[in-house]
Structures are given as structure tokens and as C-alpha cells.
């Protein structure tokens, strides 16, 4: 069998439990090790994998994202090994590299509140930064909003696909509430959607990261739908909510993605401290 069809049956196979980004991830990955290898995947040996994660770091690429590639390669073997296709997985003696330990960017009250007033005279914008803080769900996710998931009386949002095809419930505020409801109001065209193209098809994501893009410009900080995800986490940390409820809310299957937030709060709170001494 040759690696491009092992590596098809492999992504094929996992369909319904990968998430398309982790399919994408995974399938550039194979396809930068065997370009790297040049090796028939039964044929690769731990010295093999050891030299590819050695010129990832010789061209420089970051602990974080090397880690996330070999974790792909590790997948990979691990079927192939379930699989019968090899009787020995290559990645076994291969450690993953430690990443780099860099916390989250997230804005501050004040550039929250920044954003809010840059937007407000546009009610599609101001709805979807307000939807994005309120909930802290994915982009992905967000736009995949429909209208009847929405629970206006209880102020929840059925997420029905989200990383790994995992389903939950996020609430959202009333302010974020009436945002929604306004933009609802001036939206012309009919769609099944929460937030729409214009067309009656779902707002893309292409179009909604050039927005932001045009946001930080302005602005002259970062901000990215991704940075709204950890602002709406950095925040609730600050309010103490226990990390449970916020690994919950953000659809973490690992309570380990979660504390990363609780170590930010632990560093603002000695930057603060080492302020007044």
C-alpha cells in the first residue's frame, strides 16, 4: 500500500472524530514528513522521525508547532499499529518535544471596551464581537450558528459541531442579547443562519478575519477572533469561575487547556504585586 493511501484511509477512517482543522493539520504534516523522509511508511525507522524534528528546528519553527506535527505522526502510527500494517510504530521512542510555555493574549476591559465603541455604528460587527465575548466560542462555531439553535428565553446557544464534532450549550448575556436582536432587525435577507453573507448562505471566515484585521489597524492593538476566545476566558478566570465551568463552556475535552487561563491570572496578579512593592 503506498503512504498517500494509508494516509487517505487513515484521515477517512477518523473523519467523524477529527475536526477539519485537525484533519488539515495532520494531513500537512504527513505529507511535509514523507516529503522530508522519502521512505515507505512501513519502512521508517525513530532515527528517521529524530532527523525531521531536527531540521524543523534548525528552520526554526517553535517548540509548540513542531509538537503539534510529530502529534499528528504519532496518530498516524498508532493506526497504522492498530491497523496490522507494521509491527513495530516507529514514534514510540520518540519524545515530543516540550512547548514552549507562552500564555494567551487577551485584551484588557479598557480594549474591549475600545473595540465596542469602534464597531457600534455597524450592527452586524457590533453583534459578532459581542457574540464572540459573551460566549467564547470558536469562529467556526460561531458561524455556524443557526437561528432556531438560539434560546432567547434562557439566553443559550445549541453548538451543534464543535472541535471534534462535540455538541454543548454556551450562554450568552443580555446585552449580548439585545446586540443580536438589533441586528436581527436591520438584517434585509432571509437565511437559516445567525449571522449571513447577505446572500442567505452562512458569513464566511475569510470575511469576518479581514474585518478584524481592519479592527487592529485601527485600533493599533491586536485582536482577533481567536484573542475575543481567551478574553472571555482570561476574564471569567479573573472573576474566579471555577476552571471546571470555563473548560465546559469552552468545549475543552482536557481540563489541562483550561488552566492555562488560571496561570495567566496568577501572573497578572504578580505583576500587580511586584507593582506596589
Known amino acids: 500500500m503506498t503512504n498517500q493511501t494509508i494516509i487517505q484511509r487513515f484521515l477517512d477512517d477518523h473523519h467523524a472524530r477529527f475536526s477539519r482543522e485537525t484533519s488539515r493539520s495532520y494531513q500537512l504534516s504527513l505529507k511535509q514528513f514523507f516529503a522530508n523522509c522519502s521512505k515507505d511508511y512501513d519502512a521508517v525507522k525513530a532515527s528517521d522521525i529524530r532527523s525531521w524534528?531536527?531540521?524543523?528546528?534548525?528552520?526554526?519553527?517553535?517548540?509548540?508547532?513542531?509538537?503539534?506535527?510529530?502529534?499528528?505522526?504519532?496518530?498516524?502510527?498508532?493506526?497504522?499499529?492498530?491497523?496490522?500494517?507494521?509491527?513495530?510504530?516507529?514514534?514510540?521512542?520518540?519524545?515530543?518535544?516540550?512547548?514552549?510555555?507562552?500564555?494567551?493574549?487577551?485584551?484588557?476591559?479598557?480594549?474591549?471596551?475600545?473595540?465596542?465603541?469602534?464597531?457600534?455604528?455597524?450592527?452586524?460587527?457590533?453583534?459578532?464581537?459581542?457574540?464572540?465575548?459573551?460566549?467564547?466560542?470558536?469562529?467556526?462555531?460561531?458561524?455556524?450558528?443557526?437561528?432556531?439553535?438560539?434560546?432567547?428565553?434562557?439566553?443559550?446557544?445549541?453548538?451543534?459541531?464543535?472541535?471534534?464534532?462535540?455538541?454543548?450549550?454556551?450562554?450568552?448575556t443580555h446585552d449580548c442579547a439585545e446586540r443580536l436582536k438589533t441586528y436581527l432587525h436591520h438584517r434585509q435577507d432571509e437565511s437559516i443562519y445567525l449571522f449571513t453573507n447577505g446572500r442567505g448562505g452562512s458569513l464566511s471566515s475569510v470575511t469576518t478575519e479581514r474585518r478584524f484585521q481592519e479592527f487592529a489597524k485601527e485600533l493599533g492593538f491586536k485582536v482577533t477572533p481567536h484573542t475575543m476566545r481567551h478574553t472571555f476566558a482570561a476574564h471569567l478566570a479573573e472573576k474566579q469561575m471555577p476552571q471546571s465551568y470555563i473548560q465546559e463552556l469552552l468545549g475543552h475535552v482536557n481540563i489541562n487547556s483550561t488552566r492555562i487561563y488560571t496561570r495567566l491570572m496568577e501572573h497578572a496578579r504578580k505583576k500587580q504585586y511586584d507593582r506596589y512593592q
Open 53 to 172: 524534528l531536527a531540521s524543523m528546528e534548525e528552520q526554526g519553527l517553535k517548540p509548540r508547532t513542531i509538537h503539534t506535527k510529530l502529534v499528528g505522526l504519532k496518530s498516524f502510527y498508532q493506526y497504522c499499529k492498530e491497523e496490522n500494517r507494521l509491527k513495530k510504530d516507529p514514534t514510540m521512542t520518540v519524545h515530543t518535544p516540550k512547548k514552549d510555555d507562552v500564555l494567551p493574549y487577551y485584551l484588557s476591559r479598557r480594549q474591549v471596551a475600545l473595540l465596542q465603541e469602534l464597531t457600534k455604528k455597524n450592527v452586524r460587527d457590533r453583534a459578532i464581537v459581542e457574540a464572540l465575548y459573551a460566549t467564547g466560542v470558536r469562529i467556526s462555531e460561531l458561524l455556524n450558528i443557526r437561528l432556531d439553535d438560539v434560546k432567547w428565553e434562557t439566553r443559550q446557544i445549541w453548538i451543534r459541531k464543535g472541535k471534534g464534532n462535540k455538541e454543548r450549550f454556551v450562554l450568552f
